[in-house]
């Protein structure tokens, strides 16, 4: 089984900040997932990346396979981004996700 | 669309009651499947299916049934409610295994 490990746990701050979320795992993978939980319990995919990069806006996710962690990073920060962020990663040929424990992040005005 | 719909929104249960979780789709994805969350730890695969008529076992799947008779339905039956049983569980649905998943908005069951 994927162990899924994300850091900070919680992390707090101001408006404009830069942030950086981790992710890291055990055993290689097709895929990682990052998901955004609002306060009021959503969850919504933001990214699926299997290497390389993406953006969204002011969301960026990396990956590096060769060791086995993902940033989710987000710039210019705004309260509306305060949620959890889980990553979830797919082994190979594995139809099932495993899910890290979540990073609850708090933006302050 | 409507998405991934979930029904009901919150409920209570007394321990040993049944009850089924409802969750339906209208975007004709083959891969559904649902988790429960807990405090202090990640989302659980309970059970999952990749198409009509096919569903197999996630990481937690005792005291839980599924049944998938259409590619729009895949609901959840507690059998015997337990206290242990108490969470918020989450249906989601995606093209395939390896796609995207789009998440319901989640049921909050205690069982008292």
């Known amino acids: 089984k994927n162990e899924v490990e994300q850091s900070p746990q919680n992390l707090t701050a101001q408006e404009g900040e830069f942030i950086t979320i981790n992710c890291s795992y055990s055993?290689?993978?097709?895929?990682l997932h990052w998901l955004q939980q609002h306060p009021g319990g959503g969850i919504v995919s933001l990214f699926m990346?299997?290497?390389g990069k993406k953006k969204h806006g002011r969301l960026i996710a990396t990956i590096n396979i060769q060791e086995k962690h993902s940033s989710l990073h987000i710039t210019a920060s705004h309260p509306r981004d305060s949620a959890v962020y889980i990553c979830?990663?797919?082994?190979?040929?594995?139809?099932?996700?495993?899910f890290g424990t979540g990073t609850r992040l708090t933006i302050i005005p | 669309n409507a998405g991934v719909t979930q029904t009901p929104k919150f409920q209570v249960l007394k321990t040993g009651q049944s009850m089924t979780l409802q969750c339906a789709q209208d975007?004709?994805?083959?891969?559904m499947s649902w988790y429960r969350q807990d405090p202090g730890m990640g989302l659980r695969l309970i059970h999952y299916?990749?198409?009509?008529?096919?569903?197999d076992q996630g990481e937690v799947p005792n005291g839980y049934n599924v049944s998938r008779s259409t590619t729009e339905d895949f609901p959840l039956r507690l059998l015997s409610a337990a206290p242990s049983q108490t969470s918020v569980y989450f249906c989601?649905?995606?093209?395939?295994?390896?796609?995207?998943?789009?998440f319901g908005p989640g049921t909050r069951l205690t069982v008292l």
């Open positions: 989601a649905s995606s093209r395939s295994w390896a796609d995207t998943q789009y």
């Open positions: 055993v290689g993978i097709s895929a």
């Open positions: 990346l299997s290497s």
């Open positions: 979830a990663v797919r082994n190979f040929g594995n139809e099932k996700l495993t």
């Open positions: 975007m004709n994805h083959e891969y």
């Open positions: 299916s990749v198409g009509a008529g096919i569903t």
